[in-house]
């Protein structure tokens, strides 16, 4: 068995194949390097929405039907911001209720947002929060500084440049999307982070959108470098199953910029740092174009509807990556 797992996340979809990765290997020898891309201040407070839900569904805290936001949650904070909308100014944020804030999940934004009023690092603050969750895993941030991912809008909003959030949530990624700026692309991973990917026998880049959940920890400067060199041990995991996004943008975002939106797709935007690629049965027929896009296919149940199924996949690119090596 290996003795340390670095596994890339975005989202849901990291979050559930983290979490089934935990259930075939010792969590404390998981490194899970974390997009911050989708960071955002709200009400004052620093959001690390990816982060969250990777801690949260981990800790096994994590609503089960939106895939975001802790379960049980209340709504009364959000709920009583209502009662301003009619006295706010048109040109303030503030108050502003599109983005859903429990109110328990409110506590982690405000813890997060003292500690780094007090100086402290996001690694070290996020690091405090999955311990107080009891999460064995390691969550590392990709970077320690502001890395925001924003994208420019075409259809009735062509030309506007938005922070991801605004796209994301308050237009429910409805919108077409032209061009999507990378700020991770200015940004140094940390220490932590090169040194787990260094240190991994094998990396594992989760099912997550990869234009802009996996593409900003990419292109954070010091993480492709690493991957390219160390390819024959990193697998993916095709976060489209029959052309589609379980979950999320992915396919309508890859359209967008002229990518193929299937597993081939995919496999041509990993094929540089990633020597194998998992993809769904339903995708039996693509794995000779993922192979002609430069991945060795592996063919199994991507989606991940029950424990089982998840262990398994988890299984598979583990035994994946092991094979390669």
């Known amino acids: 068995m290996t003795t340390r797992i670095c596994v890339l996340c975005g989202g849901v979809g990291a979050a559930r194949m983290l979490r089934a990765m935990t259930s075939v290997i010792d969590p404390a020898r998981i490194d899970a390097v974390v997009n911050t891309g989708d960071d955002t201040v709200m009400h004052g407070l620093h959001i690390s929405p990816d982060i969250d839900t990777v801690i949260y569904t981990v800790a096994n805290a994590i609503d089960p039907d939106r895939g975001w936001g802790l379960i049980d949650e209340t709504w009364r904070a959000v709920e009583a911001l209502g009662r301003y909308a009619a006295t706010r100014p048109d040109t303030s944020m503030a108050g502003a209720t599109w983005f859903g804030l429990g109110d328990a999940d409110l506590a982690t934004h405000m813890y997060r947002t003292g500690r780094l009023a007090e ?45 991801f959030q605004d796209y994301f949530v308050r ?14 692309a200015d940004v140094s991973a940390t220490p932590e982070v090169c040194e787990a990917i260094d240190a991994a026998e094998l990396v594992i880049i989760a099912p997550s959108n990869p234009l802009v959940s996996i593409g900003p920890v990419m292109a954070v400067n010091g993480v492709r470098e690493r991957l390219e060199q160390r390819r024959d041990t990193v697998v993916a995991v095709s976060p489209l199953v029959d052309g589609a996004a379980l979950k999320g943008p992915a396919a309508d975002m890859m359209r967008d910029a002229g990518l193929r939106s299937d597993a081939a797709g995919v496999a041509a935007l990993y094929a540089p740092v990633a020597a194998t690629m998992v993809i769904d049965t339903v995708d039996a027929d693509l794995a000779d174009d993922v192979r002609a896009a430069g991945c060795n296919s592996v063919i199994t149940d991507t989606v991940m509807a029950d424990p089982q199924v998840a262990a398994r996949l988890a299984q598979v690119c583990v035994d994946a990556a092991v094979n390669r090596r």
């Open 171 to 184: 237009l429910r990624h409805e919108v077409p999307v032209t061009d999507i700026h990378l700020g991770a």
């Open 119 to 163: 100086g402290a690092r996001l690694t070290t603050v996020t690091d405090e929060i999955r311990r107080a969750w009891d999460v064995a895993v390691r969550v590392l941030p990709m970077s320690d500084e502001p890395s925001p991912t924003e994208v420019t809008l075409g259809g009735d909003h062509t030309g506007q440049r938005v922070a």
